[in-house]
């Protein structure tokens, strides 16, 4: 069992607010990531689960269980570290069995579970090396390793595949996400990359400034983003936003839509504005284009269409996947 | 330095540093080697005369140079326990967040800057004396009876004073480790369940194998020579007690004007010195590779 919930969560470091109350319900079982810009307080708020902050105010229950006040170890779940954290002068070995002998378990079972998730996680032939003989996807698995080895109720993960470069980051997002559904225990993972969150999830915290801004699986944050601030920071490239004139057409202070579900074209229907930059990426083309009275637009068109910089086109956007805000930023839902 | 040429120039500009350093380092070396085969007594002047070995006989079966070996010995391990294991208690507090860290952390530093004469001149009188020391004071107000330092309990009176002396550089080098201790590790054997011991025994000590090892190599460089605390405070008595092999050699030559003897007890010094160096760099210096 591993279910989290926090209730009115607020952490204050000397006086300065940094979470500024968190209503969250994690499901047992789940896959739940964290997400949101530099500073808007995902760490501060895993660290606050894993008992590594004190909260200032609210509570924290793991399976109904208030933990406030309980120390790290005894609340039943396992952390993955940004640097990784493995102990530099213990061996493999040395490093995923330290939890367990901690516990105070006998050698033998040690030694069995040890294995096991060495077998798991590919980590064999590894485990008589030091930390610094491994590569940095091996020390990744390594501090899974350490992880999964406790059977925790939940797994902590903080921006993990952070230090890893970019294909590995790919693959050991497969592997986490497999091994997480495999094993069924509850995962809170932090990340600042939308791409991981929407891929790896089955729900989505998106965080601003210490407030949770929406909690909903991937596509429900996609398609019905709660605010400017969602609509935003989920989609890349990022969902173009028109104020003014244009928007209280459709009845609302501002109106989004995302860089595909506009259609460019040479000459067809719609805006009419200069292509300032394309970007072609052979599958797609990314076109920004500076519309009179509107602004500089982004449209995602697939393959090639035939548009470079310095060509005038036209963008017309789909008036299905129209977003409307209110001016308070609030998303009006028709 | 990839090429011949700049590899021949690199020897050619480096000549001059080597040539002197090997003069400074080679002609003292000889001129002592060189002292040791002579009947040389300051005494005596003119009268010196080539003898062979029998300075280094009459040195090493000199009763007082086995009691000096095992002073010498006893003074650089007893400092080194002391310095390592309460430097790394004091770095491990001063490590902690507390309120005027600094300024506690300067006081801590305090003693190392006091030369040996003048800190050696404090201890004997002004905190070790029997009748006017604190020490004392703090005795006969407790009803006990003052203890006469360095007549009771000379060497350990000396240990206590050189101990003082270098525990700043000790917990200064440990701090320093500490401080380089990686944050998240520690974080990560909490959600582990290790407690502050364990922690400690399992994480911070291992981190701190590595600066352990040079302070306890430099501290025995130093601690092998100690002189100066010994020469204002004993004078390396009673009898033997507090002689170390430094001040034997310093009483050979100036106490009874033996050159030749002293020359070759500071061989015999430079022999055990060396000796001590390789056991000391078998034994921990394994921490220093990697």
């Known amino acids: ?334 | 330095m990839a090429t011949e040429q700049t590899r021949g120039l690199g020897r050619l500009l480096i000549t001059p540093a080597v040539a002197a350093l090997f003069i400074w380092m080679i002609v003292p070396l000889v001129m002592t080697i060189y002292f040791s085969t002579l009947d040389y007594n300051l005494l005596n002047p003119g009268t010196e005369a080539f003898v062979g070995l029998e300075n280094y006989f009459y040195f090493l079966t000199d009763p007082a140079f086995l009691a000096s070996l095992q002073n010498t010995l006893v003074l650089v391990g007893s400092v080194l326990a002391i310095t390592v294991i309460i430097g790394t208690l004091v770095a491990l507090l001063l490590d902690q967040a507390v309120i005027g860290r600094s300024i506690v952390r300067l006081m801590v530093i305090a003693p190392f800057f006091v030369m040996p004469t003048v800190s050696a001149l404090v201890w004997k009188n002004l905190l070790m004396h029997p009748v006017s020391g604190l020490f004392a004071w703090i005795a006969t107000s407790l009803g006990l009876r003052p203890i006469d330092w360095f007549a009771e309990a000379p060497l350990f009176a000396i240990i206590l004073i050189v101990a003082w002396q270098w525990l700043p550089f000790a917990t200064l080098i440990l701090l320093t480790a500490l401080q380089s201790l990686d944050e998240e590790q520690k974080e990560a054997a909490e959600m582990d369940g290790a407690g502050a011991f364990s922690t400690f025994f399992h994480i911070t000590l291992p981190h701190l194998a590595r600066p352990i090892t040079v302070v306890i190599l430099i501290e025995t460089i130093f601690l092998l020579t100690v002189f100066a605390e010994i020469y204002v405070t004993t004078g390396g008595g009673p009898g033997l007690q507090t002689t170390n092999i430094a001040f034997l050699i310093y009483s050979q030559a100036l106490i009874q004007f033996d050159v030749g003897t002293a020359s070759a007890g500071g061989l015999v010094a430079v022999v055990l010195a060396n000796i001590v160096a390789f056991f000391l760099v078998r034994i921990v210096g394994r921490n220093l590779e990697t």
């Open chain 1, 1 to 334: 069992m591993g279910r989290i919930t926090l209730e009115g969560v607020r952490k204050s470091f000397a006086s300065h607010l940094i979470i500024k109350g968190a209503d969250l319900d994690i499901d047992d079982g789940s896959f739940v990531v964290f997400v949101g810009p530099s500073g808007c307080g995902k760490t501060t708020l895993l660290r606050l689960i894993a008992g590594l902050e004190d909260v200032s105010e609210g509570r924290i229950l793991i399976d109904g269980a208030n933990v406030v006040g309980v120390p790290p170890s005894k609340r039943g779940l396992s952390m993955v570290f940004q640097s990784y954290a493995l102990y530099p002068h213990m061996s493999v070995r040395g490093n995923i069995a330290f939890g367990l002998k901690m516990a105070g378990l006998p050698k033998a079972e040690i030694d069995r579970k040890v294995e096991a998730a060495a077998a798991t996680l590919n980590l064999t032939p590894y485990l008589d090396r030091k930390p610094r003989e491994l590569s940095g996807g091996q020390r990744q698995r390594v501090a899974i390793g350490r992880a999964i080895v406790r059977e925790p109720k939940a797994f902590l993960f903080d921006e993990p595949l952070s230090n890893l470069d970019a294909a590995l980051r790919v693959q050991m997002r497969l592997e986490v996400t497999r091994l997480q559904r495999q094993l069924g225990t509850t995962a809170v993972y932090v990340t600042h990359d939308q791409v991981e969150a929407m891929t790896m999830a089955d729900r989505i915290v998106v965080l601003n400034a210490g407030r949770i801004e929406q909690y909903g699986s991937p596509l429900e944050l996609y398609e019905r983003p709660a605010n400017i601030f969602v609509a935003g920071f989920i989609g890349s490239p990022r969902m173009n936003f028109i104020a003014d004139e244009a928007a209280r057409r459709y009845g609302a202070a501002t109106i989004g839509v995302r860089p595909e579900h506009i259609k460019a074209s040479r000459d067809g229907e719609g805006w009419e504005g200069l292509v300032t930059d394309a970007e072609h990426l052979g599958s797609d083309t990314f076109l920004h284009v500076d519309i009179a009275g509107i602004g500089n637009l982004t449209a995602r068109s697939i393959g090639e269409i035939g548009l470079s910089a310095g060509d005038r086109a036209r963008l017309l956007p789909d008036p299905a996947h129209i977003h409307r805000f209110d001016e308070n930023g609030k998303a009006l839902h028709a």
